[in-house]
């Protein structure tokens, strides 16, 4: 049973650069692919934390993008297949909507990506927990909190219940 989510992680990352594009250009298109990249690969990471919640995921598939379609009104095309949007997590995605939107919190995600199994895996965060301006300029749209809104609130609250278990128990 594999223990990888790069299928995941990649998709996600294929479904936020077209729902979000880029400004044109090949140098804005890598850097807006890499904040998405790392923010999928975070958020993918401490949704599925140990080796055996990956094999499950294996097991029993992501879910796919039909809520997150119907939510931004995406059109994706058809031009090389739809296969890769079942691979899409639609809580790695709202995840990675919040931590886009909000670089301190993708910092303390960051932090608890420690207690994981995959503390070692993630490599630099940096355009995503520390954006350039550069970078910022390049992910406009991907890093718009209006625009996320509608995704990130989705499952913003177990993500915030997961980085802040103390919070969670207060009214």
């Known amino acids: 049973m594999p223990a990888d989510l ?12 077209a729902a979000y594009p880029p400004p044109p250009g090949a140098l804005n298109y890598a850097l807006a692919e890499a904040q998405a990249r790392q923010a999928a690969t975070l958020a993918a990471h401490l949704r599925h934390p140990t080796a055996l919640d990956v094999q499950l995921l294996h097991l029993l598939g992501p879910g796919g993008t039909g809520r997150l379609d119907w939510l931004t009104a995406a059109d994706l095309g058809d031009d090389d297949g739809m296969a890769w949007r079942t ?3 639609e809580t790695v995605v709202s995840w990675a909507a919040c931590l886009l939107a909000d670089p301190a919190l993708s910092g303390r995600a960051r932090q608890a990506l ?3 199994e995959h503390r070692d895996e993630a490599g630099g965060l940096r ?3 520390v954006p350039g301006p550069r970078d910022s300029e390049a992910a406009a749209l ?5 625009l996320l809104e509608g995704i990130a609130d989705l499952h913003r609250d177990t ?13």
């Not at 991907?142 to 209006?146: C, G, Q, S």
């Not at 219940?161 to 009214?171: K, V, Y």
């Open 6 to 17: 790069t299928p995941v992680i990649a998709a996600c990352t294929r479904w936020l650069l």
């Open 87 to 89: 691979w899409v997590d």
């Open 114 to 116: 420690e207690h994981t």
């Open 127 to 129: 355009r995503l927990t």
């Open 159 to 171: 993500l915030l219940a997961l980085l802040d278990p103390d919070s969670a128990a207060l009214p």
């Open 142 to 146: 991907l890093r718009h909190p209006d």
